[in-house]
């Protein structure tokens, strides 16, 4: 008779090791995904910002956008630094050109590009 299906046993300190192994990438993954949801939080809410908080404020406080784009820039690294140090700020960073700079530069050059086009 010729079992082709084969039981692979794992017990002692082998089993142990194989356990904390598993765990740990459980945890790594866990951490993972904690931490992506969290950047996306804070993505949306720059984003929030940008559309709606920012160009409001700006035009009550009387001073230029880019103040206040650039004052939410240092937010973002800062608080940044002080969640994760230099990953961190570089996350905030990345944040803020998704959230902010980005869309920014892109209604810029689409401004530029219809003030441009011919109308026949």
């Known amino acids: 008779m010729d079992d082709t299906s084969a039981v692979v046993r ?7 090791v194989l ?3 598993a765990g740990a990438v459980a945890v790594a993954v866990v951490l993972t995904l904690l931490w992506a949801a ?3 939080a804070v993505l949306g ?3 929030w910002l940008n559309v709606g908080v920012i160009p409001r404020l700006a035009w009550r406080l009387g001073v230029s956008r880019w103040v206040l784009d650039l004052l939410a820039l240092v937010g973002l690294c800062a608080c940044g630094w002080l969640v994760g140090g230099v990953n961190g700020t570089t996350a905030g960073a990345v944040v803020w050109l998704a959230g902010i700079g980005a869309p920014r ?3 810029t050059r689409w401004r530029r590009r219809l003030r441009h086009t011919p109308t026949w």
């Open 38 to 40: 969290a950047l996306l």
């Open 45 to 47: 809410l720059v984003l």
């Open 10 to 16: 794992v017990t002692g300190w082998r089993a142990l």
């Open 19 to 21: 356990l904390l192994v």
């Open 105 to 107: 530069a892109v209604a």
